[in-house]
């Protein structure tokens, strides 16, 4: 009798597994041929890809933020001997908050409490009479600054 | 002291290799869990609680000869250290403790 062979998707699937385990692909396959089921294959290949992505080491990949090696600058913040720097890569003002950060503050507002939004508005709304007075004030200063100057 | 102490999942798997004896890898550990300890189990976690006894120096592994029914793939051997040996014996004892004198365990297997 010839052995079963995997769905060509698993068989794809095994091989990526074995790059990172070899042993583990080989018993999945051995087993596979033992109890003829690929429903088993299926449920054992997706749960170990997943423990896989979970629980292998991942070696600290370097950003290249840094002037130094990652390793040494740790070394150094530890001895404060080197400031960290933070780069803000989100394109907020804020610091720590990014784009997905203030829609999902804003869908959480509307959803619990919807009347703040009142306050947001109002809130908006001060700010631009703010700068359009303070806008007029500076104006206003420069011209009394030009007249003086003149006389 | 309370470090030495397994899971019951690495309890067992430390057990099935003892079991099993010199040629323990993946596929009988497994099977030794399923038949005799009565439990499904996903070869996955049965590895990655191996790396995990590997790594605390409770067992020890190494590799067999590729095998062409494995599509190639080489086993992975695996012995259980004196330190493995003194885990074991260690929990058995605390569960064992444990296990005595409790009035509702008495008198059935159920």
Not at chain 1, 55 to 68: E, I, K, M, Q, R
Not at chain 2, 31 to 51: D, F, K, S
Not at chain 2, 54 to 62: A, F, P, Q, Y
Not at chain 2, 80 to 104: H, I, M, N
Request: aromatic letters at 6%.
């Amino acid at each position: 009798m010839m052995a079963p062979t995997p769905p060509r998707l698993a068989c794809a699937l095994l091989d990526r597994l074995a790059l990172d385990n070899e042993p583990l692909a080989g018993d999945l396959l051995e087993e596979f041929q033992r109890r003829q089921s690929k429903l088993w294959l299926w449920r054992q290949l997706v749960a170990a890809l997943v423990m896989q992505a979970l629980y292998a080491p991942h070696p600290p990949v370097s950003l290249n933020l840094t002037p130094v090696d990652p390793v040494v600058a740790e070394w150094l913040m530890a001895k404060r001997l080197y400031k960290k720097k933070t780069v803000n890569l989100t394109g907020s003002g804020v610091e720590g908050i990014g784009g997905l950060t203030l829609v999902i503050l804003g869908f959480m507002m509307t959803t619990v409490i919807p009347a703040i939004w009142w306050f947001v508005v109002g809130g908006i709304g001060a700010g631009l009479a703010l700068g359009i007075v303070r806008v007029k004030m500076r104006k206003g200063l420069h011209s009394q600054i030009r007249r003086f100057a003149d006389w | 002291m309370a470090r030495d102490l397994l899971t019951d999942f690495e309890l067992m798997i430390l057990l099935a290799i003892l079991r099993v004896g010199e040629h323990a890898y993946g596929v009988p550990i497994a099977r030794e869990i399923e038949t005799t300890g009565r439990r499904n189990v996903i070869l996955g976690a049965v590895y990655a609680a191996l790396e995990r006894l590997e790594t605390n120096g409770l067992v020890s592994s190494r590799m067999g000869n590729p095998s062409p029914e494995r599509g190639g793939r080489a086993k992975r051997f695996f012995d259980v250290t004196p330190q493995g040996l003194k885990a074991v014996k260690e929990t058995q004892r605390s569960l064992v403790a444990l296990w005595k004198g409790v009035a509702q365990l008495k008198g059935g297997t159920a």
